[in-house]
Structures are given as structure tokens and as C-alpha cells.
């Protein structure tokens, strides 16, 4: 049986859908295809799959395990939902992290943590994320984090976000509280001027 392979859109839609240059693509994408993991060999069909992307992940945080973050963040690239990300998948995400307006890095990340994308964020689903994090930084942390430390920051980010007090946040809270929190505004600019 042939393996079909994955070809990446055009250069210039990719461009025109990105805030990335052509050469800048075609930098990112050598890479994309180059890494070990990523090469052709270990993904045939020149998308990656959710396992591949965790183990991709799980070399950025080897002192914890990233498995379950690693999982919510393959769930915010593989934007059509069909179980793979693709470069064009990649570039998009990227694009918005790297190169988004603030309003657009914020709805990438309400999207991140709207799990089950009903349009809310609720306890449960910014307590998994937050779990998900602590447990990727792993027990080496400094100072060393209280086991109850995801859920008072959940206590702490319901308190700030959730306006009229209804249990979930919506969009427009979490964009107005994140607008208000020079941390947050400032942690949007960390990485504009990278790649």
C-alpha cells in the first residue's frame, strides 16, 4: 500500500493566511519536516499525530510529565478536528502566538481552555489545565508547589474572570479580566519578535 503524503498549500496562501514571510515559511517548514520526530520517516504522511506530538513535547519537560497539556494543546493546533496537525495547521497556530494581535493571542487561548468548546470555561476545565501544567513542570519546582496549588489558582482566576458570578466564564469575561492584568498583557509580548 502507497503512503500518501501531505503536501503543504502554497507558499503564498500560506503567507496570505499567516503573518509570516515566504522565507520564513520555508524556514519553518525545513524545520517542521527535519526534526527527527517529525521527519517523513517517523510520520509517513507529513502530518503528526497526537502520540508523536506528545512525545515532541515530552522532550521540553522532561522533569514532569507533559502528556495530558501536551494533549490540550494538540486539541488548540488540530483546528479541523481531524485528528492530525499539519504544517498549515502548525503555521496557523504559530502564526497567532508569535505575530496575533492581543485579541487574537487570547482568543487562541480561551480556545485552549474551553475543553469541550461550548463557548465557557468552567472550574473543571481550567482545574485539568492547570493540572495538567503543574504536573508538566514536574515535582523539581522551586519553591515547592502545595498539592492544593491548581486549585486555589483556578479559585483565583474564577474570582478575577467571572464577572456576574454564574460559575463559567465567557470569552468576553476572560478578554476584558486578561486586558485588565498587566502580567497577562505583558506575557502576550514575550515572544513577538522571535523566528
Known amino acids: 500500500m502507497a503512503t500518501v503524503r501531505h503536501r503543504p498549500e502554497a507558499l503564498e496562501l500560506l503567507e496570505a493566511q499567516s503573518k509570516f514571510t515566504k522565507k520564513e515559511l520555508q524556514i519553518l517548514y525545513r ?3 527535519n526534526v527527527s520526530i517529525f ?14 506530538f506528545k512525545e515532541i513535547y515530552s522532550q521540553f519537560f522532561p522533569q514532569g510529565d507533559s502528556t495530558t497539556y501536551a494533549h490540550f494543546l494538540f486539541n488548540a493546533f488540530d483546528t479541523d478536528h481531524n485528528g ?5 495547521d502548525f503555521i496557523k497556530g504559530l502564526s497567532i502566538l508569535l505575530r ?6 487570547l482568543n487562541w487561548a480561551f480556545n485552549l481552555y474551553d475543553i469541550n468548546k461550548d463557548g465557557y470555561i468552567t472550574k473543571e476545565e481550567m482545574l485539568d489545565i492547570m493540572k495538567a501544567i503543574y504536573d508538566m513542570m514536574g515535582k523539581c519546582t522551586y519553591p515547592v508547589l502545595k498539592e492544593d496549588a491548581p486549585r486555589q489558582h483556578v479559585e483565583t482566576f474564577f474570582q478575577k474572570m467571572d464577572k456576574n458570578k454564574d460559575g463559567v466564564v465567557t470569552i468576553d469575561e476572560f478578554i476584558e479580566s486578561c486586558q485588565k492584568d498587566e502580567n497577562i498583557m505583558r506575557s502576550m509580548q514575550l515572544f513577538e519578535n522571535v523566528i
Open 31 to 33: 524545520g517542521f519536516k
Open 39 to 52: 521527519s517523513f520517516q517517523e510520520c509517513p504522511s507529513g502530518v503528526v499525530n497526537e502520540e508523536t
Open 84 to 88: 492530525a496537525v499539519s504544517f498549515e
Open 100 to 105: 496575533g494581535t492581543v485579541q487574537e493571542k
